[in-house]
């Protein structure tokens, strides 16, 4: 388990399910939950979690490094220690938490992972954490209006997908659920389905373009 920056969270004694995990969490607090291959991580995805910590007031975000992708090839997919440590490179600051949650856990699906989480930690706020791309194919997770009735949604916006996201079978079938983007602080906490779209700058940093520039270097 990695923490990115000087803060760590110290299992307390009598709570299994926190020292299983490699992390603490305490009621009331907000933490995004971002949830990835990070084959490889890079600057986009630093982006994405930077975005979802300030604009929702976060005291943390936990990235959890998946052991695979359900929806993608496992040939292609680097060594989760690997990818761990990619992961650790791009943090910054001391609320970024690098964790290898779902494999500790034995969780292959993200609806299985909030609900383990949300069960562990009662009275912690959970946030969903994605970018724009993920929104668009997110109708493909299993359990996905499930996911949306059990964790409020941020969703960050990614060069090339704001339309094809905000079109997306997610975006029409949770229309009613749309906060706007300065309603982001009131995110966590909130009545489930809820979910937010929020615009800024765009790093055009991808892990597909870095997986084909080292193929060919």
Do not use: C
Not at 39 to 52: C, I
């Amino acid at each position: 388990m990695w923490f990115a920056g000087p803060a760590r969270l110290v299992p307390e004694a009598g709570r299994p399910g926190a020292l299983r995990l490699g992390f603490d969490l305490k009621p009331g607090m907000r933490v995004g939950l971002y949830g990835g291959s990070f084959n490889p991580a890079h600057d986009g995805h630093a982006h994405v979690a930077e975005t979802a910590m300030t604009r929702l007031h976060l005291d943390h975000v936990i990235w959890l490094v998946s052991p695979q992708n359900p929806l993608k090839s496992s040939k292609e997919t680097a060594p989760l220690a690997e990818r761990m440590a990619g992961a650790r490179a791009q943090a910054r600051g001391p609320g970024m938490i690098i964790s290898d949650a779902e494999t500790r856990m034995g969780s292959q699906y993200t609806i299985d992972t909030v609900r383990i989480l949300k069960q562990r930690f009662p009275g912690v706020h959970f946030v969903w954490i994605m970018g724009a791309d993920s929104l668009a194919s997110f109708h493909r997770w299993k359990g996905w209006t499930q996911l949306m009735h059990e964790v409020p949604v941020a969703v960050i916006s990614r060069p090339w997908a704001g339309l094809k996201s905000q079109t997306s079978p997610t975006a029409r079938r949770f229309a009613a659920a749309r906060r706007p983007a300065r309603e982001a602080k009131l995110l966590p906490g909130a009545k489930t389905p809820a979910w937010v779209y929020l615009p800024g700058p765009f790093n055009f940093q991808s892990s597909t373009a870095l997986r084909e520039r080292l193929r060919k270097a």
